[in-house]
């Protein structure tokens, strides 16, 4: 170990203690670096991006934050940063090596995806730019817990002067979410530190191709309490004095706070890049000229900080370090072939198990609930006396009745989404009647419950689903509501890359229980190609989703239930043509009553063909089904509800009774939900098949405006009826 000399002052910023501790952690990120470059040269590490020249700004965020106390979502060259905050060189190089032991994702991610729950730096993935709407969620979860007084131990949950760490290289800031999370986070003044580290490339495509004008900073001065600080990234005392001053402006609950970091980048971006191929030597010599780790050591030795043998010495010991920790790391084996399918959902919450399923002991009266006398009255509101009575509900009805309930229970729950609140300027109130949702769904939630738990969002599907599941992650239970299914795809990134995934690349360290609801379907008469849309199986094709649609009030209400109990990712499904129908009503049956996942539902017995479906085609088979009497022909109609997981043991059954098989969905028939399983039942009961399994679906074109037209592209009575009839006459 090198002598520690007395402390001097350098400036007024870091004295010699931390200038040692941030030198030997550049250093260290550097040698890092090269060790996993030469292992990969040997085929013993997989892929590798480099840290080198980020070091000083990423080591100086370390020195910045409070370790276990703020919240950080790292770039992935912030080597440096992770460990400054405590990380070892054997934990990078763990992850480096695949080994199964390794702490940021079970060798399920590449390296450098850094992730602690110790250091609360949840897991983040490859697709850039998605964690500037996760960590603006996650300190809108500390804004939330703040305000929301009936959770219990609410202290525990957040810190009143924390603070979220972003780091990202200058070419994530062209990403959407990046200025969708400026917005958010500027708007409600979140504690936000955004460090974009600007080595002037995005692999080969240079900063002023990227960006107008070349300067991220120039172009975010319009945004109101946002901090705006530009430093030398590569002086490790000039950015500590930067983010310093940008960290007290994000603690002081001012609002947000951004570092524009101008470094280097040595090295090509990853091991798969030649930088050679598109950049001039003179601009290479250039940056090295600007190497941080040599310019730090290079300042400690002319300042008489240390001596030359006292840097030789750190190095030689961090080099040794490093040597033993890669050898201990290559001893580790990988992770056995049998972990693949771990936890892709949780392993604590099983919404298909029994204690989820309380279909059998509900009794419909039609009484109404008991309740508080608030809630009472909020409710006979919200239903104009249709549920407060002993009438049936719609599904809008029973839907908007469980959130309540759910509500009440757990005050975590908080709802948000394009115009779910009823009047976002609360001092209204009193004079309106409020919006709660284009369906109403959600109607007289804020009046009982506040503006904390029950918010507008921007117009934008990708801030919605990255605010919940940065919310999430910390321990909220967001509910989240995406207008139409229609709209739902500037999300579909965070939709298929981040909620479904969280658990699984973390190898069950962190996790994203959220519900996403979001009305769907045709039959609308009008809702043309914008406001018509299926495509369920894009979503049930996706490991790490839960996805449910109901075909009737009471269903809505029991899988709803279970989705909000879940710890995982649920997409729940609401059809617009059903929200109102009066065929399809229920009394309520209770605070408890939970349908679990993967149950079907015999809507309808029968002995000669069996049809499956969901949605809107229960009704339509049902109706099929009746008809169908009259030509000799029995029909045993089963609702799905749960579209993943399905329930296989049902259709086999049914299939083993009647032998014959029609699949109704509202999906194109190409490449739609029911192929996959028309597809199972072929490879798995084929001996018991005595016709071809049928499929009756949309045409593969999309939804006409017309009416006419409308009702030849989506599958109707008559279509099922045929279907019906030509099987069983096989």
């Avoid at 349908?595 to 063909?609: H, L, M, Q, S, T």
């Avoid at 499929?695 to 019906?724: C, G, K, N, W």
Wanted: proline residues 5%; aromatic residues 8%.
């Amino acid at each position: 170990m090198m002598a520690i000399k007395p402390e001097l002052k350098v400036g007024a910023a870091l004295d010699r203690a931390e200038l040692i501790k941030l030198y030997r952690s550049m250093y260290a990120s550097r040698r890092i670096d090269d060790k996993e470059l030469l292992l990969k040269r040997q085929n013993r590490v997989y892929f590798q991006l480099s840290s080198a020249g980020h070091e000083a700004v990423s080591a100086a965020a370390g020195l910045v934050l409070r370790p276990a106390y703020d919240w950080v979502y790292p770039h992935y060259r912030d080597r440096a940063l992770v460990l400054q905050l405590g990380m070892t060189p054997y934990d990078l190089l763990l992850a480096s090596v695949a080994a199964r032991e390794d702490q940021n994702s079970g060798a399920r991610q590449m390296p450098m995806h850094w992730a602690s729950v110790g250091l609360n730096m949840p897991s983040r993935s490859s697709a850039v730019g998605m964690q500037f709407l996760q960590a603006v969620g996650a300190a809108e979860a500390g804004y939330r817990y703040s305000l929301i007084s009936e959770i219990k131990e609410r202290s525990d949950c957040f810190k009143s002067d924390e603070m979220v760490y972003i780091g990202a290289g200058d070419g994530m800031t062209s990403e959407g979410e990046f200025w969708e999370s400026l917005n958010t986070a500027c708007n409600l003044r979140l504690p936000v530190l955004y460090v974009i580290q600007d080595n002037g490339y995005a692999i080969s495509v240079p900063v002023e191709v990227q960006t107008a004008g070349g300067s991220v900073s120039r172009l975010v001065t319009g945004f109101p309490n946002l901090r705006l600080e530009e430093c030398d990234g590569t002086n490790v005392i000039e950015s500590y004095e930067a983010l310093a001053r940008a960290a007290d402006h994000c603690r002081e609950r001012r609002g947000p706070a951004l570092v524009h970091a101008h470094v280097i980048r040595p090295y090509s971006h990853s091991q798969s890049d030649d930088e050679a191929l598109y950049r001039l030597d003179e601009e290479r010599a250039f940056d090295a000229a600007r190497d941080p780790v040599k310019r730090l050591g290079d300042e400690l030795a002319q300042k008489l900080l240390v001596t030359p043998e006292e840097l030789r010495d750190l190095r030689n010991e961090v080099d040794a370090e490093i040597d033993a920790a890669a050898d201990r790391a290559l001893a580790i084996p990988q992770p056995s072939k049998e972990s693949a399918t771990l936890y892709i959902y949780s392993p604590d919450v099983d919404p298909t198990a029994p204690q989820f399923d309380t279909e059998a002991d509900t009794g419909l009266t039609g009484a109404p609930v008991a309740m508080s006398g608030a809630m009472a009255g909020t409710m006979a509101g919200t239903m104009a006396g249709t549920m407060a009575g002993t009438m049936a509900g719609t599904m809008v009805d029973l839907i908007n009745r469980c959130l309540h309930e759910e509500m009440a229970r757990d005050p975590r729950i908080v709802v948000l989404g394009e115009d779910v609140a009823d009047a976002s300027r609360a001092e209204y109130l009193d004079q309106v009647k409020g919006k709660g949702g284009v369906f109403k769904v959600t109607h007289n939630l804020q009046r009982q419950y506040g503006g904390a738990r029950v918010f507008n969002t921007p117009l934008a599907e990708a801030n919605i689903i990255g605010r919940a599941i940065g919310m999430a992650t910390r321990g909220l239970k967001p509910v989240a509501e995406i207008q139409f299914f229609d709209y739902i795809w500037p999300a579909f990134m965070q939709l298929r890359n981040e909620a479904p995934l969280l658990r699984w690349r973390s190898n069950n360290a962190w996790k994203c229980p959220l519900v996403v609801r979001v009305p769907i379907g045709g039959y609308l008469k009008g809702g043309a190609i914008y406001h018509s849309q299926s495509g369920v199986s894009l979503f049930t094709s996706i490991p790490g989703w839960r996805v449910v649609m109901p075909a009737t009030a009471l269903d809505a209400a029991g899988l709803l239930r279970t989705a909000i109990r879940c710890d995982d990712p649920v997409l729940f499904l609401e059809h617009k043509h059903l929200y109102r129908q009066t065929y399809n009503k229920s009394a309520y049956p209770g605070p408890e009553f939970m349908i679990p996942f993967g149950k079907a539902k015999v809507a309808r017995e029968g002995g000669d063909v069996t049809v499956i479906t969901y949605g809107a085609l229960v009704q339509r088979s049902l109706t099929a089904a009746s008809r169908a009497i009259g030509r000799g022909v029995s029909v045993e109609v089963i609702d799905l509800r749960s579209l993943n997981p399905y329930d296989w043991p049902a259709i086999r059954s049914s299939v083993r009774k009647t032998h014959r098989v029609v699949l109704a969905y509202e999906d194109s028939i190409s490449w739609g939900y029911g192929a996959e399983i028309a597809a199972r039942i072929v490879d798995e009961l084929f001996d018991f098949l005595d016709a071809p399994v049928r499929r009756v679906a949309a045409l593969d074109t999309f939804v006409a405006y017309a009416p006419e037209v409308e009702e030849e592209i989506l599958p109707q009575v008559d279509d099922v009826l045929q279907a019906v009839t030509e099987i069983a006459a096989y």
